[in-house]
């Protein structure tokens, strides 16, 4: 199946292949996707015209053809061009009077062309050259999906898609590289390879370990232990970085996994009863068995500490299913993920009702007002972020100094915030290009070299933001947060572990516990809640992964790191919290190989119970492209 996250060519610029001008040597290859129906292609096309001429010899443009699928003139015209160019090989001219003449082609207006290039009507052409040009068109247009080319047009930048703005200053700076452009376009890669919040999460944990037996260690150890104070008029909250670490960055974790649950509950994989029912099954198991495990296992004192057991770290076990790749079904990758957000969710709440301290009924009572107001703002249609920030920061507060831990405003705000129908795309559209129309038609050049104007300007982030939903919209800027600041800060801080010969003296007990209860209890736990649901009619496991291949998913739920670390230091005592850190890291790393040696292998697509596999097909005879 065809990648939306391709980024890069299927296949390099060849003279033989493509349309190409300027010199081989050239220091910038601009490849473009285009239509010559394509309206925003002939606003491209004078781009490009005045990039050519201002960077000469370094630019070499290389143009294939993307059709739009709904326009058979487009097919048509990308024929015409390659007439020409297969019969008297003069592309450029061609290009540039389709490019002028458009985009919108009349009754007549393609024969024009063709006339004007003394190309004979279509049903003279020679059989041998019309499947030569047919040919061309569709292997251009099939390159560009391959490459990820959704839209036209689509610009590649020496060899790899380019996604900024199509204005000249924008895909200059691109072109020349600018400190600013790599810096985006690295971190753009970084985090779009899916194992990278895990490297780092892995990163920060070696780091943490390593300096806390280091020489650096005691002063490692001694600036997460600094207070630090903020003061409200008469209220003074006064806490460790530590804490500040704990109880408010990681809130922006909390405010992410509400905010994924309440993506799903809604518009995905668990939006449909019968489709959530195997991975909700799954984390049912998964919670259960570790925690029965665990309290068998342990000594009395310790029982009230098993939440640490139910967790499973989502972005250690999903960067480890992307390692394996093709042997790992979407499937199976959707599954694991939507049951890990469940226990994250479940985990958050017995943070919330029994890992938090002794209750002030005050503070509660606010609390329970303010989260009172955000359902009201919701419910009042408010799909401004600024409210929802606001009362969420005093419920963090409010939280706070009553007792329960702070972290659960995150998940309220999530909860609160309001999703909203899908818009009409069309109307918006039309409404954006009617304010931009206007101010053209009354503003002239004024607009062209200053911007729309504020009113404008208004009405369209009036448009963008309908475009969206608010929780949405705070997912997708949370998220990056979370993933790539609060999580590693948090592993930075709490992985730290000074290793002495008694750590573990006296709780080999509770080492064992942790372990089994992590490592044999999460397997065990999904694969039988999974195969209960199954059994029972209650859910249907997908055709495109074994049961194998399941309880491989459930061993690597097991890896449980984060969420397990801060429940073991809400829960435990500090004496005995870094031996649950080294049960907690010896059951991850447990857990990880089980299930790296579970699904290394891959399945016989014979196995498999339909044998088929997604592959994107190009009907002969239709057109071609993207709109």
């Known amino acids: 199946m065809v990648s939306n996250r391709a980024v890069r060519l299927d296949r390099p610029v060849d003279r033989a292949m493509d349309h190409v001008a300027g010199a081989d040597g050239a220091a910038i290859t601009l490849v473009e996707y285009g239509s010559y129906l394509c309206q925003y292609c002939h606003a491209a096309h004078e781009v490009i015209r005045h990039l050519a001429d201002e960077f000469g010899d370094r630019l070499r443009y290389v143009y294939r053809h993307l059709p739009l699928t709904d326009r058979m003139d487009a097919v048509r015209a990308a024929e015409l061009a390659e007439y020409v160019a297969q019969t008297t090989g003069q592309f450029w001219p061609v290009h540039d009077a389709l490019m002028r003449r458009g985009p919108v082609f009349g009754p007549g207006a393609l024969d024009e062309v063709a006339a004007q290039f003394g190309v004979p009507d279509r049903t003279a052409w020679d059989p041998d050259i019309t499947r030569a040009i047919v040919a061309r068109v569709r292997a251009d247009a099939r390159g560009g999906l391959n490459s990820g080319a959704r839209v036209t047009p689509t610009f590649f930048i020496n060899g790899r898609r380019y996604e900024g703005p199509w204005d000249e200053v924008s895909l200059k700076e691109a072109m020349f590289r600018s400190l600013g452009h790599r810096i985006h376009t690295a971190s753009v890669d970084f985090a779009r390879w899916a194992p990278s919040t895990g490297l780092l999460l892995l990163i920060m944990t070696i780091a943490a370990v390593v300096i806390s037996n280091s020489p650096w260690a005691e002063p490692f150890l001694a600036f997460w232990e600094r207070t630090f104070a903020i003061s409200f008029g008469q209220l003074e909250l006064a ?23 309440k993506r799903e509950l809604t518009v995905g ?12 099954a799954a984390a049912a198991g998964g919670m259960l068995a570790p925690a029965l495990i665990f309290f068998l296992l342990v000594p009395a004192e310790f029982r009230h500490a098993w939440g640490m057991t139910i967790t499973t770290d989502t972005a250690f076990a999903v960067a480890l299913l992307v390692v394996l790749g093709d042997r790992i079904p979407v499937d199976l990758r959707v599954f694991l993920t939507a ?11 017995l943070v919330a009702l029994i890992y938090s301290g002794a209750l002030q009924l005050t503070w509660l009572a606010a609390s329970v007002g303010l989260t009172a107001m955000l359902f009201l703002l919701n419910r009042s249609h408010v799909y401004r972020a600024l409210p929802y920030a606001v009362v969420g920061a005093v419920l963090w507060l409010a939280l706070h100094e009553s007792g329960i831990h702070a972290t659960l405003a995150g998940v309220v705000v999530a909860a609160a915030t309001p999703t909203r129908p899908p818009a009409n795309l069309a109307a918006l559209l039309a409404q954006a290009q009617a ?52 999580l590693p800060i948090f592993a930075l801080a709490n992985a730290g572990l000074v290793w002495s010969a008694d750590v573990l003296t006296g709780r080999e007990r509770l080492v064992a516990a942790i372990v089994l209860a ?14 209960i649901a199954v059994a029972s009619g209650i859910a249907v496991k997908p055709r495109t992964y074994t049961w194998r291949q399941l309880g491989g998913a459930g061993a690597l739920a097991g890896i449980g790191f984060t969420m397990s670390l801060f429940i073991a230091g809400q829960s435990l005592p500090a004496a005995d919290f870094p031996a649950a850190k080294v049960a907690i890291f010896l059951a991850s790393l447990a857990a990880a190989v089980a299930g790296l040696v579970i699904l290394w292998k891959p399945v016989p697509a014979e196995e498999l119970s339909d044998g088929r596999s997604g592959t994107d097909a190009l009907e002969i005879g239709s057109p071609i492209g993207a709109s």
């Open 239 to 261: 806490m460790s970085l530590l804490d500040w670490v704990d109880n408010g960055l990681l809130t922006v974790f909390f405010l992410v996994v509400g905010l994924e649950i």
């Open 339 to 349: 049951a890990v957000i469940v226990d994250d969710l479940v985990a958050i709440v």
């Open 269 to 280: 994989r668990l939006a449909n009863p019968r489709a959530a029912a195997l991975p909700l």
């Open 435 to 486: 304010v931009i129309d206007a101010e053209v038609r009354f503003r002239g050049d004024a607009m062209m070299h200053t911007g729309p104007s504020e009113p404008a300007l208004r009405t369209l982030d009036d448009v963008h933001d309908r475009i969206e939903s608010p929780a949405s919209k705070l997912l997708r800027a949370a998220e990056p947060w979370s993933s790539y600041f609060a």
């Open 518 to 531: 992590l490592v044999l209890g999460k397997f065990s736990g999904v694969f039988l809640g999974a195969r």
